[in-house]
């Protein structure tokens, strides 16, 4: 679990993460929020259960982050590693019976859940367009021939998956029947704060890709359409069942999605320290 300022969620997340993983690894980049005290009353609750890696290069690295904690769970002899971000949480109906589908994971599989895109609260996701009926990679068998980062670095967001061998899909649950909540457009001040800090990251990672490219790309959450697939942006929605969160009731307190996104102080920093210039063509959505 990498975790940069995610004081808003972690709490929640984390222990979700626990009853359903024997162990947990967070890797920490640099939180300046209370995220290093969430994981020190984690490491309290759970003794000898959550792991804690420091990434104090001011870079963002999602690879090679990755690849720390891909190390970390091998030292500790893991089998099978699950893949969760902070924000996500798996469905409250899947937490009893999580061994069953992953116990007959083979090595050349990757365990992949619905995944399901929150909008505008906890209660709704997106069922259509490029937010909807989303397969989330969760959990593979360890096999040394995978990695993250080995060699030179190229994309570096979003690279959910590890590299090094094919890893065919494996699906033992179906659309809508449950799995992985991600808790990403719960509010939209969080959408906004979170892409159009891709948007200026990727911008002075890559400076030769070009602008429109990357403003296109960090656009499709406010437009509803992926304009390489031609989707139409008439969004449709589902309610989430009562049984997806109710096992979480205890937990919830541990949440507080309308706390400030951190993004958007970073977009100020990269504002101010590299000029509007640097931006230009952006669309920023009113977030500096």
């Known amino acids: 679990m990498p975790v940069r300022n995610e004081a808003w969620v972690l709490g929640l997340s984390a222990r979700v993460a626990l009853m359903w993983c024997d162990e947990l690894v967070i890797l920490n980049h640099r939180s300046e929020d209370e995220s290093v005290d969430i994981i020190a009353d984690l490491q309290r609750e759970n003794p000898g259960r959550v792991h804690l890696l420091s990434a104090p290069d001011p870079q963002w690295s999602e690879m090679q982050h990755r690849e720390m904690m891909l190390d970390l769970a091998r030292g500790k002899l893991a089998t099978h590693i699950a893949i969760v971000d902070a924000d996500e949480v798996l469905t409250g109906n899947l937490t009893d019976i999580w061994r069953r589908p992953l116990g007959t994971a083979e090595s050349w599989q990757m365990l992949q859940l619905p995944g399901y895109n929150l909008r505008g609260g906890l209660h709704r996701y997106h069922i259509n367009g490029t937010w909807g009926r989303r397969w ?19 994309y570096d967001h979003h690279q959910r998956e590890p590299k ?18 991600h808790l990403w457009g719960v509010t939209e001040r969080r959408l906004r704060a979170k892409h159009a800090f891709y948007k200026m990251s990727e ?15 960090y656009s499709w959450w ?53 000029s509007p210039a640097a931006f230009a063509g952006l669309d920023l959505f009113g977030v500096v």
């Open 136 to 154: 989330f990679s969760t959990v593979f068998k360890d096999d040394e021939r995978l990695y993250w980062a080995r060699g030179p670095i190229g």
């Open 164 to 181: 090094g061998m094919r890893l065919n899909p494996y699906q033992p649950i179906s659309q809508g029947f449950g799995g992985i909540m």
């Open 203 to 217: 911008r002075l990672k890559f400076p030769d890709k070009p602008v429109a490219d990357i403003d296109t790309m």
């Open 222 to 274: 406010k437009t509803g359409c992926n304009p390489h697939q031609g989707e139409p942006n008439n969004w449709q929605f589902a309610d989430v069942p009562d049984s997806w969160w109710l096992p979480y009731g205890s937990l919830m307190k541990y949440l507080n999605p309308d706390a400030e996104p951190f993004q958007e102080r970073l977009c100020r920093e990269m504002w101010t320290k590299h």
